[in-house]
T-cell receptor
Framework: QQPVQSPQAVILREGEDAVINCSSS?????VHWYRQKHGEAPVFLMI?????EQKGHDKISASFNEKKQQSSLYLTASQLSYSGTYFC??????????????FGQGTILTVHP | SQTIHQWPATLVQPVGSPLSLECTVE??????LYWYRQAAGRGLQLLFY??????ISSEVPQNLSASRPQDRQFILSSKKLLLSDSGFYLC???????????????FGSGTQLSVL
């Protein structure tokens, strides 16, 4: 069963902040975040592992609450280059997932000047 | 360094024609390989994955099949394409650590398939 992302779409002005959420009904080992531009392959942003850590680089960070099976991606002081579709990919706990990632339906982020 | 090659970039095929998409990985050995499909404006759906040569697992029933004839080669095929097979096909690979859990997923550049 795929994770659920919210919101489905976000429209921002440059410099504004956004939060994208990802929720799963299964126990998770990790959550991955990717950004995809139209017609291109998804680009890796970060992995969050079981343990509730928060990671980030530059103005994009994320958190993972393993008890709630939820992750959030935080984009601060958005730039035009942040526009695209954001996907979370989840990896089930238990060691039998064979490395499979199940992706959410995506969140379309549009940043205007 | 590891690279993944996927071709062709675009493909237009008539309904009922066969399909063969190829993906090769360089710079690693015994990777887990995956085929994903993305319908227009939709999310990424896992179609097949492989943990080794000749080992293929299907995630959804469909008109497609996959094969892994060599360690770093993954092929997606169909004998007769349907309109519903149109989409953006992505090959991906991943190195695994213990317990089958691992690193990030690396995607190929994708193939945009249009079935007319």
């Amino acid at each position: 069963q795929q994770p659920v992302q919210s919101p489905q779409a976000v429209i921002l002005r440059e410099g504004e902040d956004a939060v994208i959420n990802c929720s799963s009904s299964k126990a998770l080992y990790s959550v991955h975040w990717y950004r995809q531009k139209h017609g291109e392959a998804p680009v890796f942003l970060m992995i969050l592992l079981k343990g509730g850590e928060q990671k980030g680089h530059d103005k994009i960070s994320a958190s993972f609450n393993e008890k709630k099976q939820q992750s959030s991606l935080y984009l601060t002081a958005s730039q035009l280059s942040y526009s695209g579709t954001y996907f979370c990919g989840t990896e089930d706990a238990g060691g039998t997932s064979y490395g499979k990632l199940t992706f959410g339906q995506g969140t379309i982020l549009t940043v205007h000047p | 360094s590891q690279t993944i090659h996927q071709w062709p970039a675009t493909l237009v095929q008539p309904v009922g024609s066969p399909l063969s998409l190829e993906c090769t990985v360089e710079g690693t050995s015994n990777p887990n390989l995956y085929w994903y499909r993305q319908a227009a404006g939709r999310g990424l759906q896992l179609l097949f994955y492989s943990v080794g040569i000749g080992q293929i697992s299907s995630e959804v029933p469909q008109n497609l099949s996959a094969s892994r004839p060599q360690d770093r080669q993954f092929i997606l095929s169909s004998k007769k394409l349907l309109l519903s097979d149109s989409g953006f096909y992505l090959c991906a690979w991943r190195e695994l650590r213990f317990l089958g859990l691992g690193e990030k997923l690396f995607f190929g550049s994708g193939t945009q398939l249009s079935v007319l």
